[in-house]
């Protein structure tokens, strides 16, 4: 897989790579998912993976919950996913472009992404409805990620997922 992975970040867009680049490394995640129907919160554990691909030009990332020592022996954890995401710099639109692709739905999500002010955010329209998700408070061993849902046109957003994360590597 030498062509897929790369060792850091292409020279050619830096700046740019820095954006997702600073995440590459291995996350412990704590995932609270937030029913639309105001049912009790869930949460569990997780493991996020961060690493540069593609010459360097591309960040991906492979997103799994529960965590590996939390997955059953055989079958499937409930409500379980493993999903990869592909984020890749577009020097013309001045935006990442990203795609994620999930197991457990078989849908795959399309979305612009760009640095606002501290946080990246990643925006896209689902059927009538805008859905936002977003990095913040990133430091060197953690960070912060929501998905937001706005049904009114980006007026009043619900938070529907959040995911603290602990660099382990």
């Not at 954006?19 to 493991?47: C, K, M, N």
């Not at 997955?71 to 984020?87: I, K």
Request: one cysteine or more.
């Amino acid at each position: 897989m030498k062509t897929l992975l790369a060792d850091g970040p292409s020279t050619l867009y830096a700046t740019e790579m820095e954006q997702f680049g600073r995440l590459t490394g291995h996350w412990a995640t704590q995932i609270t998912h937030y029913p639309a129907d105001g049912s009790p919160a869930r949460r569990v554990s997780g493991e996020w993976e961060f690493g540069y691909a593609l010459e360097g030009r591309a960040v991906l990332d492979v997103w799994q919950w529960p965590g590996r020592e939390d997955l059953p022996a055989e079958g499937r954890a409930p409500d379980q996913e493993c999903g990869l995401c592909v984020r890749i710099w577009d020097p013309r639109l001045q935006l990442w472009r990203f795609t994620f692709h999930g197991t457990a739905h078989g849908d795959p999500v399309h979305m612009y992404a760009r640095q606002i002010d501290d946080e990246i955010v990643m925006e896209r329209a689902a059927g009538g409805d805008l859905v936002r998700w977003t990095f913040a408070d990133i430091t060197a061993d953690t960070f912060h990620w929501r998905n937001e849902r706005s049904t009114d046109g980006g007026h009043t957003w619900r938070l529907d997922q959040e995911v603290s994360a602990r660099r382990l590597r």
